[in-house]
Every structure is written in C-alpha cells, then in structure tokens.
C-alpha cells in the first residue's frame, strides 16, 4: 500500500512538472502583464528609473527559475550609460529671418542648422542644400531619406496633414532629441520639422533661406538591460538568445501615461515564460541567453550594447528570437498564427514551422518590421536574428491605450505555448540557422 501510494505521489509531480514545461497559466500572464504595465512603472519610459525597476523584476523572476548568471557576468542586470540631449527651450524656424508660426518639432538635434533649400522632385544631380523641402505629403520614406543623403541636409520640413497627429503621439506627445552611447556623438543625425501649407508655400519661393534652432542641454542616463543564463550539456553546441525589450514610452508630455502593454510587456512576459518552462526541464543541449532590453523604443541602446558586449562571442550565437507584441493576431493570417520578420532571409523560421510553431512569413513586408525591432542590431553583426510578433498595428499601438485589459489574452497565452516544442527542439538539435544568399542585413 505505501508503495502504491508513493508512486501514485511520484506519479502526479512528473505530471505536474511536465505540465509546467509544458502549459502557460493565464493567471500567471495576467499578474505579470498587470505589473509591468501597471501604473506604478509609469510606462517603463526608456533609460528611466522605472524601466530599471521592470528590468530589476524580470532579472528576479529570471533568477527565482534557477537560471544562472550569464558568462562573465557577477549579476543578471547590465547598466549601460547613455547621453541624451534634451530641450532647453521652445524650437524655432525662421524663414529667410522671419519665424514661421505654424511648425512642428517631430525630430530634431541641438544646435543651430539650416541654409539653402532644396525641393523633393527638383534636385539634380548636383544639388547641394542644408534643408530638404517635402511638398508632396505621399512622398515615401524611402525617396525623402535617398534625397536628403544625396543633397546633404541636415533638416527636413514636410507638410503637417492628418497623420501628423498620430506621428507625435507615437513618440510620446514630445519632439524626439538624440541619445547616444559616450563614445559616440550626434553627428550625421537630421531634423525633420512640419509645418503648415501657408509656411509650405513660403519654403517653395526661389531662394529661400531656412534656420533651425533647437537649444539643449545634455543629461546623463543608463538603460538596463536583464540577463540570465540556462547552461547546455554540450558546450560546443553554441547558445541561443531569446529576447525582448522592457521599455516604452513613459510618461506623456500631458502627464499621460503610455502604458505598453502589447508593446512589449507581452513580449517581455513570452520570454519569462519560455524561461520557466525551460529551467523546469531537462538541460537542453545548447545553452540559453534569456535578455530583456531597455531602450529599444528611443534608439534600440540595449541591443546595440549588448551586441557590442556579449557574455559570449558571437559567433557562438546559434540564433537570436525576439518576442515582440503578440497580444494581438495578425488580420492577414490565420486567427492562431504569428508572423516572423524577415522570414524569408534564413532558414530559421521554415524548421521551427517544420517542428510544430505556428509562424508564418511577415505578411506586411513594407512596413519594414525586420528593422525595427531588437533583433535587428544582432542580424548587422551576422546573427541569425528575427523577430516572432503577433500584430504590430493594433489601434493602440503607441498610445494611451495600450493597456492589459485591451490585449487578446488566449491569444497571447497560446502563442507562447506554441513556441515552447520548437525552441525545445532548437536547443537540443544540432541544426544550425543560416542566412539565406543576400539575407543578412549589411547597413
């Protein structure tokens, strides 16, 4: 009788382990995501004291499923300073000396820059001019930035027109000024300005002459980012890095906060997720780099820092996954699919498919998502890195409104159970991504 009942006992904690590696709780998910996109972290505004307390969370959670420092490191936290410039007073374009009323700040760096204009759709092959005028308000991005670099200016003034609003909100209601690592500068960085039609038809007279004022200080900050370390059983088997970023953007000029629920809180807690059920398994083959980001919606400093700083060479990287707003599904695929970026560049995202992940190819390719996300800062060094994402233009994408209670829960919660077999079967078998011909990004 003991026997049978010590069995039984034994029975029911393999069961009860193996659906902990297995299975994600929605109440678990929930508590996380109430947390970090809570009031009390006040948006988790990059290189802020609240995005170092997020990172301080993760860092514990992390370190309370029994991973380990990752290689070289004395703790689960790396502190990465930043300079940031910073307004030190109102923004002012002046138009052949005159100041033009109706002119709005999106971009800008500090100093003093302008001179001759040039007009989108009137340059030649020649032109040279400090600003670059943008009549045409369906101009795309791609044309601005070829004309800009090829005449050489260092402003950019388009047309204000109903999106504007929703350009300023995306970036936090305030105009964005450069942060940059110490050893860097601002140097090569532009402005881009709207302005209204009036003022439009001003900059279009022959042989006007424009001067951007932007006054400024410097501040001093660090962003944090959360590392912890899950050791392999084969050393030579390399070492996967599954990640996300912590960070959004705070607090509002308003005092509004910009809670980031979806954006990335839902990916910060995937990853969470992935680690629990990885440390409460058998010891995979390839050892895994589990890291949150700070700052990756004001200039991706996390990633850039750690792809400069690696616990581990990286060449040693197998592959990078980045978990990025899957708490809405994607209009284009099926109700219970996610979407990799960049999924046609290797071969990474055909056999996670192949083993049971329930991804497919970015279905909004002119969006650009591969670039700008997290992963991109390690594709430029030769990692195979992509990002897994649920969809990226929910309606409140980078406002007020990306709360907890507007995030598709099951959805989340079986998204995150899909991932947990492929990445398993991706730390423990010997197949390593690669790019495809032309697939890694150079620039």
Do not use: C
Not at 74 to 102: K, S
Not at 219 to 236: K, M, R
Not at 348 to 355: C, D, Y
């Amino acid at each position: 009788m003991v026997r049978a009942i010590i069995l039984t006992l034994a029975l029911a904690l393999m069961a009860t382990a193996a659906q902990g590696r297995n299975s994600v709780d929605p109440v678990r998910v929930r508590a996380q995501l109430d947390f970090l996109a809570g009031p009390d972290l006040h948006g988790r505004g990059s290189a802020t004291p609240d995005e170092a307390i997020a990172a301080s969370y993760v860092a514990s959670q992390l370190q309370s499923y029994g991973l380990k420092t990752a290689p070289g490191m004395t703790g689960y936290l790396q502190r990465i300073p930043v300079l940031r410039q910073a307004l030190a007073g109102p923004v002012e374009l002046l138009i052949d000396g005159v100041p033009a009323p109706d002119t709005t700040p999106l971009r800008v760096v500090g100093g003093v820059w302008g001179g001759k204009v040039a007009v989108l759709g009137r340059i030649f092959p020649d032109t040279k001019a400090a600003v670059l005028v943008v009549p045409d308000t369906a101009a795309k991005n791609a044309d601005i930035a070829k004309a800009r670099a090829q005449v050489g200016a260092t402003v950019t003034i388009v047309v204000a027109d109903k999106d504007t609003p929703r350009a300023i909100d995306a970036i936090g209601g305030r105009p964005n000024l450069p942060r940059f690592f110490p050893a860097e500068s601002p140097a090569g960085r532009t402005s881009t300005i709207a302005v209204g039609s009036d003022t439009m038809q001003k900059l279009l007279g022959a042989g006007a002459t424009v001067t951007l004022s932007v006054p400024f200080t410097l501040a001093h900050d660090s962003t944090t980012n959360a590392v912890a370390y899950l050791p392999g059983s084969d050393p030579a088997a390399g070492v996967l890095l599954l990640s996300a970023h912590l960070d959004h953007l705070g607090v509002g000029a308003d005092g509004t906060i910009w809670p980031g629920a979806n954006d990335d809180a839902s990916g910060t807690v995937a990853l969470m997720e992935i680690a629990r059920a990885m440390a409460a398994g058998k010891r995979p083959r390839r050892g895994i780099l589990f890291v949150a980001y700070g700052s990756e919606e004001r200039g991706g400093f996390g990633s850039r820092w750690f792809g400069d700083h690696p616990p581990v060479p990286l060449n040693q990287i197998a592959a990078n996954i980045e978990f990025e707003m899957i708490g809405a599904s994607v209009p284009k695929l099926a109700a219970d699919r996610l979407m990799m970026t960049g999924y046609e560049r290797s071969d990474l995202g055909s056999e996670l498919r192949a083993h049971g992940a329930l991804i497919d190819a970015d279905p909004y390719p002119e969006q650009q998502y591969f670039r700008r996300s997290d992963n991109y800062a390690l594709a430029l060094r030769g990692v195979v890195a992509h990002t897994v994402s649920g969809y990226g233009e929910v309606t409140t994408y980078h406002t007020p409104q990306d709360t907890p209670d507007r995030i598709d829960a099951p959805y989340m919660v079986r998204a995150i159970e899909s991932l947990l077999k492929p990445i398993r079967w991706l730390a423990n078998n010997r197949f390593t991504p690669r790019w495809t011909k032309d697939g890694q990004p150079k620039e």
